[in-house]
């Protein structure tokens, strides 16, 4: 089955800075990548998803990027705000609705 | 709004005891899914169920079954539980790729 790695576990960074977190995935039928935050104490929320024939996608302040070859995709945040405090999920998914999550990132921004 | 609902918030319950976690979604969605989240483990499939009656094991299945006897709702059982089955449980529903998963606001079980 698929398995998905994410690194760093945690990152902690000034407000304002870029905050980057990478994942790798093993399962090379995997087409599918979205991102998940989950606020302390709430549930995680969908944020931003990737697709296998695309190679980057932005939304605002947010950014993913997908190398199919190396197979490894990552999540970039711009102008960090205390706001962005949370824990990010990355996740794959092949031709089924099966998500597998990594291991989670929890990012702090210290105003 | 999709709203998925899980029963209970915070749940204690002893070693051997039959938990029922409830899980149910108000937008007919077809596809649902139970994982568990632990600290530095992500969240981790259990079961997941793609229409009636029909249930498919994830990645930890061993310890837990599952129930979907009607499309909104979706159960996941512990036959017996176990001190190692302590977790955050948190179900989810999907209808496409595009609007992602809703997930319920989880239930912390505390197993004594």
């Known amino acids: 089955g698929e398995n998905v790695e994410q690194h760093p576990s945690t990152l902690s960074v000034q407000e304002g800075d870029s905050a980057v977190i990478k994942c790798t995935y093993s399962?090379?039928?995997?087409?599918?990548f979205p991102w998940y935050k989950q606020e302390l104490g709430k549930r995680p929320q969908l944020i931003i998803d990737?697709?296998?024939?695309?190679g980057e996608k932005k939304d605002q302040r947010i950014a993913v990027t997908l190398n199919k070859t190396a197979k490894h995709f990552s999540l970039h945040i711009t102008e960090t705000q205390p706001e962005d405090s949370a824990v990010y999920f990355c996740?794959?998914?092949?031709?089924?609705?099966?998500?597998?999550f990594g291991g989670g990132t929890r990012l702090m921004v210290k105003p | 709004d999709v709203k998925v609902t899980q029963s209970s918030r915070y749940l204690v319950k002893r070693t051997g005891e039959k938990v029922f976690l409830e899980c149910v979604q108000d937008m007919d969605h077809e596809n649902m899914f139970w994982y568990r989240q632990d600290p530095g483990l992500g969240l981790r499939l259990i079961y997941f169920?793609?229409?009636?009656?029909?249930?498919e094991k994830g990645d930890i299945p061993e310890g837990y079954s599952v129930s979907r006897e009607k499309k909104e709702r979706f159960s996941l059982i512990l036959e017996s539980a176990s001190t190692n089955q302590t977790s955050m449980y948190l179900c989810a529903s999907m209808q496409d790729r595009v609007r992602g998963y809703t997930f319920g606001s989880g239930t912390r079980l505390t197993v004594v």
């Open positions: 996740a794959a998914s092949n031709a089924g609705n099966m998500l597998t």
């Open positions: 169920s793609y229409d009636v009656k029909m249930k």
């Open positions: 399962d090379s039928a995997s087409n599918y």
């Open positions: 990737i697709r296998s024939n695309v």
